[in-house]
């Protein structure tokens, strides 16, 4: 089993930053894919940030250029530094992995539990 864990979530006025964490445990053979999704009140979960094995990354144009996100490979963490908050970057943040399971041939996605982030004006 795979798990995933955020942390780093928390209240922070407008213009503010925050860096979320995201920590992947268990029987892992490699990480593909790491990314941050967030779901606002009322709203549809949306991706925010993915970066791939090789260090390529992509980024949500509501946060492009105020985000960056990184993953410390050898501890199978995923970072993702938000700069110049604003308060429709409210929500919870989900971790998301494509993971490739110890014995396993092809990768599964596993979701964290979230982490809220509230931004007041």
């Known amino acids: 089993q795979v798990q995933l864990v955020e942390s780093g979530g928390g209240l922070v006025q407008a213009g503010g930053s925050l860096r979320l964490s995201c920590v992947a445990s268990?029987?892992?053979?490699?990480?593909?894919?790491m990314g941050w999704y967030r779901q606002a009140p009322g709203k549809q979960r949306e991706l925010v940030a993915v970066?791939?094995?090789?260090?390529?990354?992509n980024y949500a144009d509501s946060v492009k250029g105020r985000s960056t996100i990184s993953r410390a490979s050898a501890k199978n963490i995923v970072y993702l530094q938000m700069d110049s908050l604003k308060p429709e970057d409210t929500g919870v943040y989900y971790c998301?992995?494509?993971?490739?399971?110890?014995?396993?041939?092809?990768?599964?996605?596993?979701w964290g539990q979230g982490t809220q982030v509230t931004v007041s004006s």
């Open positions: 970066i791939i094995s090789g260090g390529r990354t």
């Open positions: 998301n992995d494509a993971v490739v399971a110890t014995g396993a041939r092809m990768p599964r996605i596993y």
């Open positions: 268990g029987s892992i053979f490699r990480i593909d894919v």
